[in-house]
């Protein structure tokens, strides 16, 4: 297993969510983190829709309201704790998740 240090927990606001870019042996990884309360999700930033990036600017993955995860292309929502889609075109289908581990000084890895 290969792990990457992303950032601390602190380091993303709550309700908000950050992207990275991991080189990783297969190529780039595209992903973003999203906090709520104090539990922290991965995802790949991909919709299952048309497989495209969620965000038009960097950081930028949250609804208006700062419950869901959006597509910044047609506006699905997903949910922050499981990445289920639940309004939009892709309804029914997922987010890919990302395995985390966060150590006990909050320091969030990427496990792949």
């Not at 104090?38 to 048309?50: G, I, T």
Request: with cysteine.
């Amino acid at each position: 297993m290969t792990q990457f240090f992303l950032c601390s927990k602190q380091d993303i606001p709550d309700q908000q969510a950050r992207e990275f870019k991991v080189e990783t042996d297969q190529g780039q990884l595209d992903l973003f983190l999203v906090r709520q309360d104090d539990q922290v999700h991965a995802y790949k930033n991909q919709c299952p829709h048309l497989e495209i990036p969620l965000n038009w600017q960097p950081d930028q993955f949250m609804s208006v309201d700062g419950i869901n995860i959006q597509c910044s292309t047609h506006g699905a929502l997903f949910t922050i704790d499981k990445g289920n889609c639940i309004i939009g075109p892709c309804a029914g289908e997922n987010l890919r998740v990302l395995t985390l581990e966060q150590r006990d000084d909050d320091e969030v890895w990427l496990q792949l």
